[in-house]
């Protein structure tokens, strides 16, 4: 292995020794702190199959860890790449580059490249976007092979719509390393089944994906126009935080044509725990616009109605969000609605947040919310539940979603695709040392027992069926293996894949035979041979 050479700066092996293995042997969410022999940075797909043959060729030092996993961001939310059992992490992330592909008439991304390198490197270089997420840090490795989706997505769909090929390192039942590339033209069933996993099929199934490769992307606008408002929570009774929840999700349900302004608008409600009336609850919008002529600019007539619908008169007057709300930056004059090129808008809403604790859940959604939901909402943001809690950094931030969604090119292992909105349930706190967790115990029980009870009627999970649609595989949440919390009847691998999940068994059978990418949610060999 390439340890520390006279004859080069670099060094590619970390150990424990190394003063960068700290910050590389954890990721984004600091709950999980790994203890890996060693972090390897791999820098080329060949490096990437020598980095893995010489980590299998190794037993391991300590028997309680045995698993090699791969990091592009670092943004796993659960234990699958940072957890007590890894014993060999694999980096990606030097790879970040992208470029024009002649011979695949297609551009090439590297799996180690972030949001933030799509947005200001791709798209100066093409004029096109990868309709990916509002985290400028997440890796793409993950977040495309799960379904990314972003601000854009209501009118250019998923990520994956665009997927033309994928480059992974797989190994063997022999335990030799290969390099396979597999496009969605492939003749051979395996090498498409290969393909479409990667369509939807989540990360650290299959192998180590070293580049994608992207036909067609889409054509960003030239301007958006944004805004940013904020309400406060001491201003609201519950008839207003009923009605601004239900003019949220009937806005989204009744406008699902990508063809019009009001179907590409992409928003964000961002409902923080109260924090007994000092908190605020926060929205942000983007929509197309020209700018030429506001007064018949199709995309502010959109975002007008949207606020006449959404910021009523039957509700507290907004104001300017002068403050952070939850993970979002302050944007403070764009409570009217500004105009801005979208490279500059998608900056200025590009916010990861900072590295702390976190446990994370999701839920799509087909219909605006019950009353039933909408109650349990209000009584665990700090209304009758949880009063004495008091993280500002407990949300549930409800994502406009469908639309060019709802309408892909071709079939992918993404199967939630009549959804309106998407939930996600956050809550953050920071640890004091690596020996601390800090109050971990009273976060997981506001956000697990908040969750429980906006889904009582289906188990305490958002369940496929007609009100909701599963979960997002990209907010990983072991708790859906757990029958304490997934009391409805369809498992974690139902709720995250519907129907598409045996393909995905039989995509693993084929290129992870011997199960080396694995965690306690991978795909699951099938159990008949296939």
């Not at 340890?3 to 970390?14: H, M, R």
């Not at 796993?76 to 011979?103: N, Q, T």
């Not at 989204?252 to 990508?258: G, K, N, R």
Request: charged content about 20%.
């Amino acid at each position: 292995m390439n340890d520390i050479s006279a004859k080069s700066p670099v060094t590619t092996v970390v150990k424990p020794a190394d003063g960068r293995y700290p910050a590389l042997s954890r990721g984004f969410n600091q709950r999980w702190i790994a203890h890996p022999e060693y972090v390897r940075m791999v820098t080329s797909p060949q490096d990437v199959v020598t980095a893995l043959k010489e980590a299998l060729a190794h037993e391991p030092a300590d028997p309680r860890r045995t698993r090699i996993t791969v990091r592009s961001g670092g943004h796993c939310y659960e234990d699958f790449v940072c957890g007590d059992d890894v014993r060999v992490i694999l980096d990606v992330s030097p790879m970040c580059a992208m470029y024009y592909d002649e011979k695949m008439k297609a551009w090439c991304v590297e799996a180690g490249a972030t949001n933030w390198h799509a947005y200001s490197h791709l798209f100066p270089l093409s004029g096109r976007a990868l309709p990916g997420g509002s985290c400028y840090s997440v890796g793409l490795g993950g977040h495309i092979t799960g379904g990314g989706y972003g601000l854009l997505s209501r009118q250019a769909g998923l990520t994956v719509d665009y997927l033309y090929a994928v480059e992974v390192a797989v190994v063997t039942a022999r335990r030799k390393v290969e390099l396979v590339t597999a496009t969605r033209d492939d003749s051979r069933s395996d090498l498409l089944d290969l393909w479409w996993a990667h369509t939807g099929g989540g990360g650290g199934n299959f192998g180590v994906i070293t580049r994608f490769w992207f036909r067609d992307l889409p054509t960003p606008p030239r301007r958006v126009l944004i805004t940013a408002r904020a309400w406060d929570w001491k201003t609201f009774t519950q008839e207003h935080f009923t009605r601004l929840v239900e003019d949220y999700g009937d806005y989204f349900a009744a406008h699902q044509d990508p063809a019009t302004p009001a179907g590409r608008l992409f928003a964000l409600l961002t409902l923080t725990h109260s924090n007994q009336g000092t908190n605020k609850i926060g929205l942000l919008a983007q929509v197309d616009a020209d700018g030429t002529d506001p007064a018949a600019d199709p995309g502010a007539a959109a975002m007008s109605d949207f606020l006449d619908k959404v910021d009523s008169d039957a509700i507290p007057d907004s104001q300017p969000m002068r403050e952070s709300v939850a993970e979002h930056a302050p944007i403070p004059d764009a409570w009217t609605p500004r105009l801005m090129p979208w490279l500059t808008a998608t900056q200025a809403l590009n916010s990861s947040g900072e590295n702390r604790c976190g446990k994370y859940k999701s839920a799509y959604v087909r219909r605006p919310f019950t009353p039933e939901q909408i109650q349990a909402m209000w009584d665990y943001l700090g209304n009758k539940y949880f009063i004495d809690f008091t993280n500002p950094q407990a949300v549930i931030q409800v994502d406009s979603y469908g639309s060019a969604i709802n309408h892909p090119p071709r079939e992918t292992a993404c199967p939630q695709r009549d959804s309106i909105l998407k939930m996600q349930y956050q809550v953050y706190w920071n640890r004091p040392t690596d020996a601390d967790p800090g109050p971990q115990a009273r976060n997981l029980e506001w956000i697990r027992d908040t969750y429980q009870a906006t889904f009582a009627g289906t188990g305490g999970v958002p369940v496929i069926g007609e009100i909701t649609d599963g979960c997002y595989v990209n907010y990983p949440d072991v708790d859906l293996s757990d029958p304490v919390w997934n009391a409805s009847d369809q498992p974690w691998s139902q709720l995250y894949y519907k129907d598409a999940y045996s393909r995905l068994q039989r995509a693993k059978a084929r290129w992870d035979p011997l199960n080396v990418f694995r965690h306690v949610q991978s795909i699951e060999a099938p159990a008949e041979p296939v």
